[in-house]
């Protein structure tokens, strides 16, 4: 069967079909190819760019032009899976006009399909706003890492009986709002599951555990490319680091023992008309 471009409907569908949706980042061109030749649902292209290709301390300092300009290079690789860009830092909680202009460069300039906002009361009437121009929103509740400051670090959120409780309205009011979807991170998997079925709408799981509709890890962390460190929810998948780094190495050793380029890698040239060549 010929793939299709996946749709917000396609994505309801799999709720409501008990089908699970998965869930990629991608920074650069290369790797949206190879998430999208895989046949992954959703594609983000995550702030989390900021620690793992920018080498920032959080995700905080990413600025628009950098997601713009990394957003650009993935839809260019994408072209089946649904395209999510998230707005970082600041983008949208000076004023509901400024997230509206931010979350409509995702669409005009990078060709995203959806955006991504972290928080839920703080920032309501951004997300309203962003969707009643037009723009498909993707919630994002429980660790909010643009606020880990206010949070007192990665920690696990909705471990009490009242903070789980916030969570669920938290969910709802965001689904009341428009959202298409909620990404839940870090949060126990029996909250999450209470979140999941109260919601009409898809719940992706960041370390919130296998009852939610959907799943969604940093490529970098499952595959290995990422070694500052690992979080609990993450299966590697493959470690590449090791890998490159052997390559590197043997790279270096080849050169330095003059066995690269051998005649395999070189280009020549015939002998007779190298004797054509004069130098005065």
Same mark, same amino acid.
């Given at each position: 069967m010929e793939r299709k471009k996946v749709t917000i409907p396609d994505l309801q569908n799999k709720k409501r079909e008990g089908k699970k949706i998965t869930m990629l980042t $991608?920074?650069?061109?290369?790797?949206?190819?190879?998430?999208?030749?895989?046949? #992954?649902?959703? !594609? /983000?292209v995550g702030d989390s760019l900021g620690m793992v290709v920018l080498g920032y301390e959080s995700t905080v300092p990413v600025t628009m032009d950098e997601m713009i300009h990394h957003s650009k290079a993935v839809r260019r690789g994408t072209k089946y899976a649904f395209l999510v860009?998230?707005?970082?830092?600041?983008?949208?909680?000076?004023?509901? =006009? =400024?997230?509206?202009?931010?979350? %409509?460069?995702?669409?005009?300039? $990078?060709?995203?399909?959806a955006v991504k906002l972290e928080g839920a009361d703080e920032v309501l009437d951004a997300t309203i706003a962003i969707i009643?121009?037009? &723009?498909?929103?993707?919630?994002?509740?429980g660790l909010?890492?643009?606020? &880990?400051?206010k949070l007192g670090g990665f920690k696990i959120q909705g471990k009490t009986a009242k903070a789980a409780k916030n969570l669920i309205e938290q969910a709802l009011k965001l689904e009341r709002a428009g959202c298409f979807?909620?990404?839940?991170?870090?949060?126990?998997?029996?909250?999450?599951?209470?979140?999941? =079925?109260? /919601?009409?709408?898809?719940?992706?799981?960041? %370390? %919130? %555990?296998?009852?939610?509709?959907?799943?969604?890890?940093?490529t970098n962390d499952m595959v290995?490319? *990422?070694?500052r460190f690992v979080p609990k *929810? !993450?299966?590697?998948? #493959?470690?590449?680091?090791?890998?490159? /780094?052997?390559?590197?190495?043997?790279?270096?050793?080849d050169v330095e023992r003059k066995v690269f380029p051998d005649? =395999?890698?070189?280009?020549t040239i015939k002998e007779e008309e190298l004797k054509k060549i004069k130098i005065k």
């Open positions: $991608a920074y650069d061109y290369p790797m949206a190819r190879l998430v999208d030749d895989a046949g #992954i649902d959703m !594609v /983000l860009g998230d707005m970082p830092f600041m983008s949208y909680q000076v004023s509901k =006009e =400024e997230a509206v202009r931010n979350a %409509g460069r995702f669409m005009k300039e $990078a060709g995203c399909d009643n121009a037009g &723009i498909p929103v993707l919630g994002h509740i909010t890492p643009q606020t &880990i400051s979807g909620i990404v839940l991170e870090c949060v126990p998997d029996l909250v999450a599951k209470l979140i999941t =079925e109260k /919601l009409s709408i898809p719940t992706i799981s960041c %370390g %919130g %555990g296998v009852y939610c509709d959907g799943q969604v890890l940093v290995g490319l *990422f070694d *929810f !993450v299966k590697q998948y #493959i470690k590449l680091s090791p890998l490159i /780094l052997d390559a590197f190495k043997k790279y270096k050793d005649k =395999e890698h070189s280009f």
